[in-house]
């Protein structure tokens, strides 16, 4: 943020005065350091760190962080040095951890393609698996019924299985422009509610283009138009199936807030199957505007803010909406407080709170008040969803993870409106 910019800088001048009367001073320069990291200034951090190691060539956490800021600029052999002299040291097994990452990184970035990505098995409990309402009483066109036992709300578990790829190839060019292609897969398999059980895969791929930018306070700057297909099926029968496109855009600003904004345009065709016989009537497409925010609080912790609108055209205009949803996320990295497998543990808390209106009256329910007269309403739901997701590292590239969550939705239509509690648990391995 401006002021805060503003800020720093009065702090990095007030730090640069410090050193200057006391060069010996390591706090001090250490601190300069820092604060001119976070300006982007990443040529004064690193001759402040540099002069550090002429007082003290033996300090594996300032090689550390040299390492970072050549990583950083680009310049891979010079910040391999500094991690070779960092390991050299013996360092603290969380420096040893960060080092490796860092390695790994330059090994990849190094190479014209690179490929990374995550595979999760897991199990998860739901206290409502297949959404039902609270009440099985529902306000139908022919007057009061009771729900039958297949629709109520009903507890589950399920087995289920996740992933995630980035494939990039480097062209070659000054701005190290690329072409990525991104790969997302989910299957589930409920032990009850098998007509619920899930599956669907999502590619996308495009160029990424990298600009230079003189707008102050605007950098690392790119640009990605990509093209979108997916398939989804649910309850062992094909559910729908997409093809449509997007561009998105990244950029640091205000020195360490990273930004990203995307608009995406799908067009979506669904099938019907003897369970679900006006599936074809969600038929539309779907207009998705996302931008968020994310900025480091502290050096282990960072706060996302997302905002999100989704405009769904459908062929039954009761079931075109407008959605807009708000979330904020908070993660924080701290050391492994049982010393058993001496890495870093990630905690993320999570809320977000969405608004759907409809576009037609849904003649599901009957909202007259009278079991005479039928008066149909336009729906309108609103949800909150609050979750905590915990990471335990167990090598560098497995982590156990464990999330529990809430979701809340409320809506005019009782029909609609559900709570449920779910808890996974399962192994992660990234690559």
Known sequence: MPGEQATLETQKQALFQRMLANPADLDTTFAYAEVSAKLGDNEAAVAALERMLLFNPNLARVDLELGALYFRMGSFEMARSYFDKALAQNPPAEVRVRVDQYMTEITTQSSPQRLTGYFMLGGQYQSDANVAPGSPLIHSPIGDVLLSQQFVKKTDGNIFGSGAFLYSYDLGTQDRDSIEVIGTGFMNRYFQVQRLDLGVGEITAGPRFNFPTAIPGVRNLSIKPYFIANEVGLGDNQYFYTFGAGIEKTATIFSDVSLRSAFEYRDKKFTNAPDRPISTGLDGNDKLVSISLRKPITGNSDLTFQFDFLDQETRLAQYS????????????R????????????????????????YAAPDPCCNTSGSSVFFS?????????????????????????????????VSSNLSLYGYTSNSVLVGPQIRF
């Open 321 to 332: 909406n407008k959605a807009y949803a708000g979330s904020l996320a908070y993660r924080i």
């Open 334 to 357: 701290y050391e492994d407080p049982t010393g058993l497998f001496r890495l870093p543990w990630e905690t993320t808390l999570f809320a977000s709170r969405t608004w759907d209106n």
């Open 376 to 408: 149909a309403s336009d729906r309108y739901d609103r949800r909150w969803r609050i979750a905590i997701n915990h990471s335990i590292a167990l090598a560098p590239n497995l982590a156990l993870i464990i999330q529990a969550q809430r979701d809340i």
